[in-house]
């Protein structure tokens, strides 16, 4: 494995220092922040509406206000009947001593302020004021006393809060006029009308609620009464309701942290192992770092985990083909430079001229032979590139199969050997393929059938279906292929030819060639030997089957 020296050795020898990275932590990583965004993101809309509250803020209201309606009309009957006396003529005169008295006495237990108008709309009686021996006492609610514990921080926090909410709409203010009359109140005047009212006022960080209810006399009109009172049991409502609220999106959002931050833990956690594992494979030398197998999940995860493994793995053995490769061709291409080169110099040494020529020859053949060699290599080198970015498209076999035994059948007469193709009539077996490289492969079978095949032998071509494969059979007469060689003649660079071939003919190319090609359209290829019924052998079969479109 690649090693990196200390920041201060790698300073002090004049070597570039490789900054260290920091190893990632969970919340800092930018999957669990945004994991975590986006599951909070939803409850914490949620938790601010549910806050707002306005609906059952107004049903709270409403609730108040007809409670208080009730209240001010018992308060208006108790005055109606014990605080009005009849006159002369059947005037009805309102008492205020006795009406200021019942005011205070039913006002103090609901704890709300009853102001008691006349019918020209005059303050009779208020709550606030008391009768006494020794004159009018005007009483004053004494402010509630501050509640330092939690409740009051909470409260006091809210009370900022909702400074930030907005209202549905602008309540008018309410206002205490130092002469108190009819006229300062709409509810009163509509009171004093026979209607019953109710109003909403905003009174510094609150609101005032109040009702008008008339006071009647045997169905005559004789005054208003007025209630009203701060909606603090609506705020406290509110405020526990909210509190209850935030007590559950507490609950709810430690829950949804927890388990946003293990969601997030089992996605970043393995990505980063994997991040981790292929950059000490990039450093690394050898393999010995190794991506972790994470396929047991059987998620996304693990389908990348294995696609990681399988990449890695088919990277070294790319590798290793590539290095197997270089050393072959260096072999291959040492024999005839070796041959060239004591041609050569032996020709430089010799005087007889036909000596020379025969060295010149050989110096030829030597040529030929490197020019074949480089050219196939050529070829097999590129092949794989060519392979990964050519476009698939259908080709028809059984169309290209009689069309090479039309081009190959003079060749194949010249050496007395006969073709035969048998293809299904109806079936143009279509496969998806490159159809130069397809063909490539029946070139390559068809001449080296040729090759081994006797004077008057036949060489067959056969085609047809198995199953969804296409399967492509060529059978010659020739000797057949040593049974420990059935797997070898697929190696690079190995050459079985006949004897009467000239030396240096064929590279040992073709046959590797044609099995990177097939197996590169997702088939497979293999060799086998004909044999009589006496087990002796009557040739060679090579079978080459191709996934069917």
């Known amino acids: ?11 002090a020898n004049g070597l570039p220092t490789r900054r260290r990275r920091p190893r990632w932590r969970l919340l800092a990583s930018p999957l669990t922040r945004r994991v975590l965004a986006v599951n909070l993101l939803a409850p914490i809309i949620l938790v601010a509406g549910l806050l707002y509250l306005d609906r059952y803020k107004q049903g709270l209201i409403r609730a108040e206000l007809a409670g208080m309606t009730t209240q001010a009309e018992m308060v208006a009957g108790a005055v109606g009947e014990g605080a009005v006396s009849e006159q002369a003529m059947g005037f009805l005169e309102l008492n205020r001593d006795i009406a200021q008295q019942m005011v205070h006495r039913l006002a103090e237990p609901a704890q709300v302020r009853a102001r008691l108008f006349d019918p020209v709309g005059d303050l009779a009686a208020d709550s606030r004021f008391l009768l006494s021996s020794k004159g009018v006492i005007q009483m ?30 602008a309540l008018p203010p309410y206002v205490e006029h130092p002469v108190q009359r009819a006229e300062n109140y709409p509810e ?23 009702a008008a209810v008339p006071v009647q006399h045997y169905k005559q009109v004789v005054g208003a009464v007025l209630l009203s009172a701060s909606a603090d049991n609506v705020a406290r409502s509110l405020l526990q309701v909210r509190l209850a609220i935030v007590e559950i999106f507490a609950v709810v959002l430690m ?32 393999r010995r770092h190794k991506i972790p197998d994470f396929s047991a999940r059987g998620d996304e995860i693990g ?24 050393a072959d061709v260096a072999h291959e291409i040492k024999n005839p430079l070796t041959s060239l080169r004591s041609a050569v110099e032996t020709a430089a040494r010799v005087k007889d001229p036909e000596q020379q020529r025969k060295l010149l020859a050989i110096v030829q053949d030597d040529v030929e032979r490197l020019n074949r060699l480089i050219s196939d290599i050529s070829d097999a080198s590129r092949l794989d590139a060519e392979l990964s970015r050519a476009e698939t498209e259908p080709v028809a ?27 299904p009539a109806d079936d143009q077996l279509v496969v998806l393929g490159i159809e130069s490289r397809l063909g490539q492969v029946l070139r390559n079978l068809i001449t ?35 049974d420990n060689k059935l ?36 088939g497979r290829i293999h060799a086998e030997n004909r044999t009589h019924p006496d087990g002796t052998i009557r040739g060679a079969r090579f079978v080459v089957m191709l996934p069917a479109e």
């Open 448 to 482: 080296n059938a040729i090759s081994f095949s006797p004077p008057g032998g036949t060489i067959s071509l056969a085609t047809g279906r198995e199953g969804r494969k296409v399967r492509i059979v060529v059978d010659d007469e020739g000797p057949g292929i040593p």
């Open 303 to 326: 389908e990348l985990s294995h696609s990681f493994r399988e990449m890695t793995e088919a990277l070294w053995q790319r590798m290793d083909a590539i290095e197997a490769f270089a």
């Open 1 to 11: 494995m690649k090693t990196w020296p200390e920041p201060g050795a790698a300073a």
């Open 140 to 169: 004053e609610p004494l402010p509630q006393p501050e509640d330092r514990g939690t409740l009051g921080e909470l409260r006091a926090l809210w009370n900022r809060i909702t400074t930030w909410i907005p209202e549905d709409e």
């Open 255 to 286: 829950i949804t942290t927890l388990l946003s931050l293990y969601l997030a833990g089992t996605i970043a956690r393995p990505v980063r192992r994997l991040a981790l594992a292929a950059e000490q494979v990039r450093h690394g030398h050898g």
């Open 487 to 522: 797997g070898a003649i697929f190696e690079r660079f190995y050459s079985e030819r006949p004897k009467d071939e000239k030396f240096g003919t064929h590279s040992g190319l073709g046959l590797s060639i044609s099995k990177q090609i097939v197996e590169a359209h997702g």
């Open 188 to 210: 009163v005047l509509a009171a004093l009308a026979g209607r019953t009212r109710t109003a909403v006022r905003a009174y510094h960080h609150g609101i005032i609620l109040s």
């Open 397 to 423: 076999l059984r169309v290209m199969v009689e069309t090479l035994a039309e081009i190959y059948d003079s060749a194949a007469s010249e050496h007395g050997v006969r073709l035969a193709v048998h293809a």
